[in-house]
């Protein structure tokens, strides 16, 4: 049985992007912070169609 959906916080999606932007890897931070890489990508894709104030209000 599932541990159900996880919630991440917007500091925590913009870091874990920032950080696979700086080292090019983000199956890597996806490892290291313990989330699939998908989600990664997906934040990336999010952050990069939006200015960075409309990104923070909404990367719930």
Do not use: C, P, Q
Not at 38 to 44: A, G, P, Q
């Amino acid at each position: 049985m599932g541990t159900g959906k996880r919630y991440y916080s917007k500091e925590f999606k913009l870091k874990a992007v920032e950080l696979s932007n700086v080292r090019g890897n983000a199956r890597e931070i996806a490892e290291e912070l313990g989330v699939k890489a998908d989600l990664i990508y997906r934040w990336r894709k999010e952050l990069s169609s939006k200015s960075h104030l409309a990104v923070r209000a909404t990367l719930n």
